[in-house]
């Protein structure tokens, strides 16, 4: 579907220019944006490989099973239907622990991973379980305690504050985790 959105707003941007006369300001601003798009690839490439090496020397570690043990009994409450010896377990723990952590786009690996056990053990492929809602639900929501990639956008761009979103990220956060994760017991309580 986005093949043949993007290509027609292209299009359409390309006629109106041409007929209001804004060609070259078009021009311009496709080259600026992709200058700013490298560089900004460039700045998140670095935090990206700092926080996956650092979460996938904590599953290595001993530190991934202490972490895991300390979440142990909120991802029972969450996730009921995995058991705390499944590797699942494991990976979502992970998972939870990079998005608290703010590591976003270091979770993203972490949160696939655990899918992928998830839809190991699940009957029914062609529809999510109730576990994979969930993790779908608190990979969105995603409480973090130091949201490093909006951090890290804000001071590419030269914030003058950029750290100014922390307390109004952890009330959206928690506000969004807390609104999802009733409506997914919800849904499940009453789809038995």
């Not at 490093?148 to 914030?159: C, D, E, G, Q």
């Amino acid at each position: 579907m986005l093949n043949i959105i993007w290509p027609i707003f292209i299009i359409v941007s390309y006629i109106y220019a041409f007929f209001s006369g804004n060609i070259e300001n078009l021009n311009n601003g496709i080259f600026k944006s992709s200058e700013e798009a490298v560089s900004l690839t460039i700045t998140f490439f670095g935090t990206i490989t700092l926080w996956c090496g650092i979460m996938k020397i904590a599953e290595d570690s001993s530190l991934s099973k202490k972490l895991t043990h300390i979440l142990s009994p909120v991802i029972s409450f969450l996730f009921p239907e995995v058991k705390r010896n499944d590797p699942a377990f494991e990976d979502i723990s992970l998972n939870i622990i990079a998005n608290i952590l703010g590591l976003g786009n270091a979770s993203t690996p972490l949160g696939l991973k655990a899918m992928k056990s998830l839809q190991e053990k699940n009957s029914c492929k062609n529809t999510l379980s109730n576990s994979m809602c969930m993790l779908v639900l608190l990979n969105t929501a995603s409480i973090q305690i130091i949201p490093t990639t909006v951090i890290a956008l804000r001071s590419s761009l030269s914030s003058s504050n950029p750290t100014m979103i922390i307390v109004p990220v952890w009330i959206s956060s928690i506000l969004a985790a807390i609104a999802g994760i009733t409506a997914v017991k919800f849904f499940i309580k009453i789809g038995k």
